[in-house]
């Protein structure tokens, strides 16, 4: 079974800018979450979408927004970059039947702000 | 408010046996899991308790105390490989039900 995708793996982007960014989950896997991971501050929850609807979201702003396809795939958009946006973003895919402890995830995609 | 406390860092020798632990601060525990992240790779998952007790898998054990919001990751028989970051992560349910990693513990394996 294929793990779950990213695309891109790198991106190098200026101030004010957007970017969209892509996964693709484990198939059979119903829910996608995001999460930003910067140096010393680990993992930080982004949202979670199961079945096309946003289920749960984290505390960043709304330049930070996400969607979900029929077939799962999802994509997250953030608009009018910021420097503190620079960061790996994770992917994470889970079967969305409660066992969501258990999470699949993806390589990351490596956002560079200048 | 909710909150997971890690150590920043461990060191520990090369066949020695080292214990990270989590102490955790949230409405809704279900339950802790524990996933490994190697430089420049993908968190993976290690394990999940939800009820308390010893979990073993190999030389990886996690323990939950949910009388005392504490759990930890045992490694046993320390391999180089096992340098890696190690994070506990808190499964929520209730209004706001998803899950909460902590910031990491860094282990160092010496020879």
């Known amino acids: 079974k294929a793990g779950v995708t990213q695309t891109p793996r790198y991106l190098i982007k200026t101030r004010g800018q957007q970017v969209t960014l892509s996964c693709s989950p484990i198939?059979?896997?119903?829910?996608v979450s995001w999460y930003q991971q910067t140096p010393g501050q680990g993992l930080q929850f982004l949202f979670e979408?199961?079945?096309?609807?946003?289920?749960n979201k984290g505390n960043f702003p709304g330049r930070f927004s996400g969607r979900q396809f029929s077939n799962s795939r999802s994509e997250m958009n953030v608009s009018t970059l910021e420097l503190g946006d620079s960061a790996l973003y994770l992917c994470?895919?889970?079967?969305?039947?409660?066992?969501?402890?258990?999470?699949?995830f993806g390589p990351g995609t490596r956002l560079t702000v200048t | 408010g909710q909150s997971l406390e890690q150590p920043s860092e461990v060191t520990a020798v090369e066949g020695a046996i080292v214990q990270i632990n989590c102490t955790y601060q949230?409405?809704?525990?279900?339950?802790l899991s524990w996933y490994q992240q190697h430089d420049g790779g993908a968190p993976t998952f290690l394990s999940y308790?939800?009820?308390?007790g010893l979990e073993e898998t190999g030389r990886f054990s996690s323990f939950l105390s949910r009388s005392d919001s504490y759990g930890y990751l045992l490694l046993q028989e320390l391999q180089m490989k096992d340098s890696a970051s190690y994070f506990c992560?808190?499964?929520?349910?209730?209004?706001?039900?998803?899950?909460?990693f902590g910031k990491g513990t860094r282990l160092h394996i010496l020879p």
């Open positions: 994470a895919s889970s079967l969305g039947d409660g066992t969501d402890y258990e999470q699949y």
């Open positions: 198939s059979g896997h119903r829910s």
């Open positions: 979408y199961f079945s096309e609807t946003q289920r």
């Open positions: 949230t409405s809704g525990f279900y339950g």
């Open positions: 308790n939800a009820l308390d």
């Open positions: 992560a808190v499964s929520r349910r209730g209004r706001d039900d998803k899950i909460i």
